[in-house]
């Protein structure tokens, strides 16, 4: 990296006038550093690359003209030459990394433009990037200001003042920047601060959503391509946490949908599979619970009947992520599980008719249990902006909707009901649907939030049907996700195509 220009410090806070490094208009070999100063707007500092240059506070030499006041300085425009002369040996010096490469997003020329803010020009930008101050202290992830244990931070954003001297600031050779702060609050003395590229390059606001991790992308599938894909994973190599494990893990994130086997006949080992991702989520039909036929059930799944594709707890408003079904008995006749991808479905429908996917990402529908001494309910679009999540289940829907009732709102509900009878029709129809009859000692583990599930009707009388659920919720999941990344990358990055182009893959099975 080329040595950094030292610019006395006092020069930073002369009535508001500023040095910075800009591009690089010098010719090599030549022994003055060009600025070109607006009236009451910033010193612009042109550095050439290698070179150190220090320009007295007090005075300016022109090329044409010899030394130039403080005063003079504050009409019109005048190109000067920082001279030979060097500023006090006792006033503390702001250094400023101020050669350009001209590389675009990676190597910024730096503005101090005023005490509250640093202003990064990229060559392929045409408005700066504004960093504030404050943000920027507070930003801070060094050990210092993040506990290395605990990952807590040791300040409060309220903590860090207003008023934040720099004494250095220097580009980094990752695109990053290193930002040395005087006089600081927490740590004695000085303060070494370095910020990613991917901190500070960016104009635009830091999303809402938290922080995104890698992940192997989502694959779309129906009938056929996941008959091809089904995976299996032994019970033993899912608990030992290694390479089963990670299969597993990485096929229930493309896909949604993973199969276990050789699971001890044990009501406890629902809760050993699920632990492996985190802990259970308990809700009020409890940590655990069985699905098996009973009269008077609380919940249709809880009777023979055939159950139609659906998701669960779509009423709270933590909906549980990841299902865990572990068949303990299943000799009767019937009870085939179905699993249809809501994802795949709302792609078709998202390229095929984007009219009716305005439907369904915009209308929200209320979903509620009001029995038993429990009172529930949320609201859903079908479809929502990301492209994992849906919310379908028609059992659980109020019967009494929200509707304007008027001609528009009438003819608003009919173009909605044709948008939800094709998004039926791509979830429910044979090509769609994977149909499975679950063996004992079988665990199915999906994804309740993108995968459908439901079960044929089946017989009481022939035999036995028991299963015994749990679930894991949306953030557990995440988690689980985000720490075990590499590794998941490390196994494939999933369908490279995008969502919408794999959607189109099924357009011709139409």
């Not at 699920?274 to 249709?300: C, D, H, M």
């Not at 999540?389 to 659980?396: A, K, T």
Request: proline share 5%.
């Amino acid at each position: 990296m080329p040595p950094a220009a030292s610019i006395p410090r006092s020069l930073l806070n002369v009535e508001g006038r500023h040095v910075y490094s800009g591009v690089n208009i010098l010719r090599r070999g030549h022994g003055h550093t060009t600025t070109t100063v607006p009236a009451r707007s910033p010193i612009t500092a042109m550095l050439q690359r290698g070179f150190k240059s220090r320009i007295h506070p007090h005075e300016y030499h022109c090329a044409a003209s010899g030394p130039v006041t403080k005063n003079q300085l504050r009409h019109g425009f005048r190109q000067l030459v920082g001279g030979s002369k060097r500023g006090l040996a006792s006033q503390a010096e702001l250094k400023v990394n101020a050669y350009n490469d001209s590389t675009g997003t990676s190597n910024p020329s730096i503005q101090l433009v005023d005490d509250a803010t640093i202003h990064l020009n990229y060559a392929d930008q045409e408005a700066p990037v504004v960093l504030d101050r404050h943000w920027l202290r507070d930003a801070c992830e060094c050990s210092f200001c993040v506990d290395p244990d605990s990952g807590q931070k040791n300040f409060g954003t309220c903590d860090v003042p207003t008023q934040l001297p720099i004494q250095q600031i220097s580009r980094t050779d990752n695109g990053g920047l290193e930002v040395v702060w005087g006089k600081d609050f927490l740590t004695p003395g000085n303060h070494v601060s370095h910020y990613p590229a991917a901190t500070i390059q960016s104009r635009a606001q830091q999303s809402l959503q938290p922080k995104s991790v890698r992940l192997p992308n989502l694959s779309l599938w129906d009938k056929s391509t996941f008959g091809r894909d089904h995976l299996m994973v032994d019970f033993d190599e899912w608990m030992a946490g290694g390479q089963g494990f990670l299969s597993g893990l990485h096929r229930l994130h493309t896909h949604g949908l993973l199969f276990l086997r050789n699971v001890p006949k044990s009501e406890e080992s629902v809760v050993s599979i699920a632990n492996q991702i985190g802990n259970l989520q308990e809700t009020f039909y409890g940590r655990t619970w069985n699905v098996r036929s009973k009269p008077k059930a609380e919940n249709v799944a809880y009777t023979s009947s055939f159950l139609g594709l659906h998701q669960d707890l779509l009423y709270l408003r933590d909906t549980p992520r990841i299902q865990f079904l572990h068949c303990l008995e299943n000799t009767c006749e019937g009870g085939e599980s179905m699993f249809s991808d809501g994802a795949r479905a709302g792609h078709q429908i998202k390229v095929g008719s984007p009219d009716l996917f305005d439907y369904l990402i915009n209308r929200r529908l209320r979903y509620h249990y009001k029995k038993h001494g429990h009172h529930y309910e949320m609201m859903h679009s079908v479809l929502s902006e990301d492209p994992g999540l849906i919310f379908w289940s028609p059992p659980f829907q109020d019967s009494t909707q929200q509707l304007e009732k008027t001609e528009g709102g009438s003819r608003y509900h009919r173009r909605w009901l044709a948008a939800a009878t094709e998004f039926r029709r791509l979830l429910e129809e044979e090509r769609w649907t994977y149909e499975y009859k679950m063996q004992p000692g079988e665990c199915v583990v999906f994804d309740n939030l993108r995968v459908l599930h439901g079960r044929r009707m089946f017989n009481t009388a022939s035999g036995s049907r028991w299963l015994k659920g749990a679930y894991v919720a949306d953030d557990v999941f995440r988690s689980k996700l985000a720490v075990l990344s590499p590794e998941l990358m490390g196994l494939g990055a999933g369908d490279e195509a995008p969502l919408e182009y794999q959607a189109k893959r099924f357009q011709g099975k139409e």
